[in-house]
């Protein structure tokens, strides 16, 4: 059984930094593309960055600039590095992975990390 275990969450103030990472244990598959995710207080999930298997990456208007997203593929982990947080990065930072399997398709969540930004 595969799990995404996330870690780095924590309390930080506006202007800050935080590294959020999350680990693929006991998977044999392929993993795709890895991503991350947000909830914040009274919100729907949101996308914040992607990053495919060659490395390639994308991220959502509101963090461009002030978030990374990298892979270590032995390690099967995905990071984001958070510069300059603000308030409203506040929320639950979810891992997602795509991981792939005799051509099937397989989709994972981590159980969240809460991130909160204070002023």
Not at 25 to 39: D, L
Not at 106 to 111: L, S, V
Request: proline share 1%.
């Amino acid at each position: 059984q595969v799990q995404l275990v996330e870690s780095g969450g924590g309390l930080v103030q506006a202007g800050g930094s935080l590294r959020l990472s999350c680990v693929a244990s006991r998977s044999t598959f392929t993993i795709n593309v890895m991503a991350w995710y947000r909830q914040g207080p009274g919100k729907q999930r949101e996308l914040v960055a992607v990053i495919t298997g060659g490395g390639s990456t994308n991220y959502a208007d509101s963090v461009k600039g002030r978030f990374t997203i990298s892979r270590d593929n032995a390690k099967n982990t995905v990071y984001l590095q958070m510069n300059s947080l603000k308030v409203e990065d506040t929320g639950v930072y979810y891992c997602n992975a795509d991981l792939v399997n005799w051509g099937r398709h397989y989709d994972y969540w981590g159980q969240g990390t809460q991130v909160t930004v204070s002023s």
